[in-house]
T-cell receptor, first 113, second 109 residues
């Protein structure tokens, strides 16, 4: 099992550009999450998907959109990147939303110039 | 913000000593989890303690939970160089998991 995979590992964007971060899990988990991690801030939830076909906003959703493409895949899109979105982005999954431990991907380091 | 707080923010100890870090949270919880993050990596789950449990052990890890004080502690006994990492507590709240800001642990040789 690969667990949770994320692509790309690194990305540099210019202000105003768009991009999609990809996440996939092979553990047959129902719930998936997107977090961002900034120095001294811990992890903050951007969006989550409790099950296939549903998505909900987390603590910091502004400037992002998500798609739960199927049970395996959960993508995060930045429509018009801003320097404030420079961060490390982590995808995670769990068996049951809010109940089970979360398994994390390796992260995507995004820099917006 | 419902974000919890770890204490201390940073901790340096000699190899072989015990390391204790604390977590306080603000809302009622169903469970509280501890995670480790090595530099440049994703988080790895260490241990989960439910709200009706007071103490839990896993290898060199001991977690306690005091729901009356809304606090938890993580004890790592006989620390090793490989324990150098950041440690986060995560509370389940309103069907979301909310992470604290973490404690950076550095084990000195």
């Amino acid at each position: 099992n690969a667990g949770v995979t994320q692509t790309p590992k690194f990305q540099v964007l210019k202000t105003g550009q768009s991009m999609t971060l990809q996440c996939a899990q092979d553990m047959n988990h129902n719930s998936m999450y997107w977090y961002r991690q900034d120095p001294g801030m811990g992890l903050r939830l951007i969006y989550y998907s409790a099950s296939e076909g549903t998505t909900d906003k987390g603590e910091v959703p502004n400037g992002y959109n998500v798609s739960r493409l199927n049970k395996r895949e959960f993508s995060l899109r930045l429509e018009s990147a801003a320097p404030s979105q420079t961060s490390v982005y982590f995808c995670a999954s769990s068996g049951r939303q809010g109940h089970d431990t979360q398994y994390f991907g390796p992260g995507t380091r995004l820099t917006v110039l | 913000s419902q974000q919890g707080e770890e204490d201390p923010q940073a901790l340096s100890i000699q190899e072989g000593e015990n390391a204790t870090m604390n977590c306080s949270y603000k809302t009622s919880i169903n469970n509280l989890q501890w995670y480790r993050q090595n530099s440049g990596r994703g988080l790895v789950h260490l241990i989960l303690i439910r709200s009706n449990e007071r103490e839990k052990h896993s290898g060199r890890l001991r977690v306690t939970l005091d729901t009356s004080k809304k606090s938890s502690s993580l004890l790592i006994t006989a620390s090793r160089a490989a324990d150098t990492a950041s440690y986060f507590c995560a509370q389940r709240s309103d069907d979301k998991i909310i992470f604290g800001k973490g404690t950076r642990l550095h084990i000195l040789p």
